[in-house]
């Protein structure tokens, strides 16, 4: 596996998840799940999504970018959760605290392309992903688009680490496996990523 990848299997217990969930439900109706498009040619993304934090990622047909405001609210993002924080202090080895956590909300024909996390300026500090709900089959590749990729799944309360050379990594999300959970409201999954965007 590429160095810096780190696979924290239920880093988040049962009841940990329930109260991380419950955290993150209780910020949607501030920051509403909107389907964001592909840059240039506008096709909606598979995935829906919000963000939490200083800055939160938004794509639509101009590009991606990060901003302070909820592209359909106008508002400020909502404050990162305590628990999410404790996590980056905890496993990010990164002297300063994350900027942006991207929500993804995956219903049962959802999936995610294989992708490079490249809209942040400070390359050296990791992202970390939280899963919560249902089962997803995670790709992860190399450094080139057709570099050779293995597949794990991910379980609710499960983090994953791309850090290091796993930073620059091609990943992505196949499919998920609906209702092999029963946390996440209609049998979805959401997968919570922590980004330092700007260096410190
Ligand atoms: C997902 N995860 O698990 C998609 N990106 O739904 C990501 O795209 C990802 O898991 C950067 C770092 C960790 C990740
Ligand atoms: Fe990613």
Known sequence: ?????????????????????????????????????????????SVRNTNLGPLGWVSDIKGYRYQPTHPVTGKPWTPIPQALLDLWRDVASFPAPPQACLVNWYEADSRLGLHIDADESAKDAPVISVSLGSRALFRLGGLERKSPTSSMRLASGDVVVLGGAARQAYHGVDRIYPDSSTLVPGGGRINLTLRRVTAP
Do not use: H
């Open 1 to 45: 596996m590429i160095d810096g990848f780190r696979f924290l299997p239920e880093y988040f217990s049962p009841p940990a998840q329930k109260a991380l969930l419950a955290d993150v439900l209780g910020l949607l109706d501030d920051n509403p799940l909107y389907r964001g498009s592909m840059p240039r040619t506008g096709k909606p993304l």
